[in-house]
């Protein structure tokens, strides 16, 4: 087990498929997760990364373990935010299954390293992030607070 590490579990009523697409298409990552897109050609082993409306890198990696649509493992690093990008490379870890009407979505994120401040801040993140991605699939619409990047961030970089 990593030294620090981050579980987030949530059950979203729709498909294992919409899920999967809404988790990796760009098209469905702009709307619920501030404006960003990620990029890849979702092979083992590939880059990775999720970029902000204006350009720029926010995170970077490489696609380590994928099964659509069942599990997808990345390596991530954060680019954007100095005390982040100082921790180095983590795993984060979707897994999806299928319990009736819903989705159960377990997400982890960890790293090899004590009081991690990339564990701190996607502790903060995924919550908001995942329960827009349920509000979206679920209503049509996500949360209004993950749309944009927040001002604070936009400085950062």
């Not at 098209?27 to 092979?43: A, F, G, I």
């Not at 083992?44 to 926010?58: H, K, L």
């Not at 493992?73 to 009736?100: C, K, T």
Request: net charge negative.
């Amino acid at each position: 087990m990593k030294q620090s590490r981050f579980v987030y579990v949530i059950y979203i009523r729709t498909s294992k498929e919409k899920l999967w697409q809404a988790l990796t298409d760009p098209d469905y990552t702009r709307k619920y997760w501030v404006n960003t897109q990620q990029e890849s050609d979702w092979q083992i082993g590939s880059p990775w990364c999720i970029r902000f409306a204006d350009g720029r890198v926010a995170d970077s990696g490489k696609i380590l373990e994928i099964d659509p649509p069942h599990k997808l493992v990345i390596e991530w690093r954060n680019e954007f935010i100095p005390e982040m990008h100082a921790d180095g490379y983590s795993h984060m870890s979707y897994d999806l299954e299928q319990i009736g009407e819903s989705v159960k979505l377990t997400l982890v994120h960890e790293i090899d390293l004590p009081n991690s401040q990339l564990i701190h801040g996607v502790a903060n993140g995924w919550p908001q992030i995942l329960s827009s991605l349920k509000s979206l699939l679920e209503t049509g619409e996500s949360l209004e607070a993950t749309r944009d990047l927040p001002k604070e961030l936009q400085l950062k970089g």
